[in-house]
């Protein structure tokens, strides 16, 4: 059964015979200044009606978004693809993506689900279908973006009643740490990227979504699906956002696997369910909004109804017990996937790309031009950006960084970033980078004896 014909089973099944599965867990309403915080609670869908699914309001990238997308409410949702979260305080805590009664993805915690502290991260490789989600428009690259979520529809009827954000992104078909999207192997450490990441100097990173783990089994792995979809760059997978710069794939294996083989992002749908809370400002004035990944929307505005995010919050009967994932998938490739992976940027070098609006010509100018002097941190950010981007100008900076700097600490940076692009196979685009770094280490070994050591490790 393709994809596209197990999302219609569903929708089309009578609710009387999922109910058991619809109803599993709750989320508590909202408690103090928050209407909704990871906490689970379930409406129960009227079950002589179908899902309806409302495009709300669209946006378009910049000012704030990173990314196309629109606001979505799903009515009457059949709640068999859903986050399911522990609620009692243990010795860990789960966060679950469900699709029926099977653990897709989970995101594995100490005592309480805390938004800034790292997670072990399990796919449950549950996901048995062999088919894309294929229509034309999510498989074109010129479609608009509505008509894409219009296709979308028999899927996202089968999430829980809500409001949702979808976004017209591309990720990286890794997971941010090595790791082919593919070749994710479960371990059991807290890992990065599972949470909004921590830059230092009081800085954190943003909440968009980078990076993909499967949830298909890898026996699936198809090379003539994957090889169909390499000279199709337009073609969207799709991809629920979990947390940090995470997401779980839910469709389009073989499409974010020919990126792979591409050396591309690959362009994916990512759904993201709203939270609601209430910010008071210095004025103590209070102000609900709806909020997803780093976008927010006041309750003021007109395609919010506030009884609708009621409605949907009401706590239900019956909440499951949620056990940790456990098993791994050992289905090896017959290819380096870890070679695939590091051809992408780390959560790291995502979160210095995510520092600055736009990185552009006027951007390394105004470095080059000494707008940046006392500012470490973003001289730092800078050349890790142009790394991760594979900026053609990135010695023109590393250059000026080593001979114009004076910041011990930003130069050691900067031999580190000619050392990871090495290893990369990046020269830079220097013929003879060997001889500029054994003249570089000559002339500040004296002064700097740690940096001198540190290049002549890297010869």
């Known amino acids: 059964m393709s994809l596209k014909d197990l999302f219609r089973f569903f929708v089309d099944k009578s609710f009387s015979e999922i109910k058991e599965n619809q109803d599993c867990e709750t989320r508590s309403a909202a408690a103090s200044e928050s209407i909704n915080d990871k906490q689970q609670v379930a409406s129960e869908p009227d079950i002589n009606r179908q899902p309806t699914v409302s495009i709300l309001h669209s946006w378009k990238k ?10 979505i409410f799903v009515e009457n949702g059949k709640g068999l693809l859903r986050e399911a979260y522990t609620n009692e305080i243990t010795e860990y805590c789960y966060g679950n993506l469900m699709f029926g009664d099977k653990t897709l993805f989970q995101l594995q915690g100490g005592e309480y689900y805390c938004p800034t502290c790292e997670k072990i991260v399990k796919s449950g490789y549950n996901l048995e279908q062999t088919k894309e989600f294929s229509f034309d428009a999510i498989n074109s690259e010129d479609s608009d973006f509505e008509a894409v979520v219009e296709q979308m529809k028999p899927l996202l009827g089968l999430l829980k009643s809500d409001y949702y954000f979808l976004w017209d992104t591309e990720l990286y078909p890794t997971d941010g740490n090595g790791n082919l999207f593919w070749d994710f192997p479960n371990e059991d450490i807290p890992m ?3 949470c909004v990441y921590y830059r230092g100097a009081c800085e954190w990173g943003l909440l968009t ?6 949830t298909q089994p890898k026996a699936k792995f198809n090379k003539e699906r994957a090889e169909y979809y390499r000279d199709k760059p337009g073609a969207r997978a799709i991809a629920y956002y979990m947390d940090g710069n995470l997401t779980a794939l839910l469709d389009g294996h073989h499409k974010a696997m020919a990126a792979a083989m591409e050396h591309r992002k690959v362009r994916a749908v990512v759904i993201s369910r709203c939270s609601y809370t209430v910010w008071q400002d210095v004025n103590k004035k209070k102000e ?8 927010r929307f006041n309750f003021s505005e007109p395609w919010i109804d506030e009884r609708k995010i009621e409605s949907v919050h009401v706590a239900t009967k019956k909440v499951i017990r949620l056990e940790p994932v456990t098993t791994n998938d050992e289905t090896e490739f017959d290819f380096d996937t870890k070679k695939l992976a590091y051809e992408y940027p780390t959560v790291s070098e995502c979160a210095s790309i995510d ?20 500012d470490t941190y973003k001289c730092q950010n800078l050349i890790e950006a142009l790394g991760a981007i594979k900026s053609p100008r990135l010695f023109e900076v590393i250059d000026h960084c080593l001979y ?25 685009g220097q013929d003879n980078l060997q001889d500029y770094l054994i003249e570089y280490m000559t002339k500040v070994e004296n002064e700097y004896p740690e940096l001198g050591k540190k290049i002549f490790e890297m010869l």
């Open 404 to 428: 114009k700097e004076f910041d011990k600490d930003l130069l050691y940076f900067a031999a580190e970033q000619i050392e990871k692009q090495m290893e990369r196979g990046n020269n830079l």
């Open 288 to 295: 609900k909004f709806l909020i997803a990944n780093d976008a």
């Open 62 to 71: 910049g000012n704030g978004f990173f990314a196309p997308g629109v606001a």
């Open 192 to 194: 990065t990227g599972s």
């Open 355 to 374: 520092y600055f609006d736009e990185i552009n010509d006027e951007l390394i100018d105004a470095y080059l031009r000494g707008e940046f002097v006392n």
């Open 209 to 214: 979504p980078h990076f993909t783990i499967a």
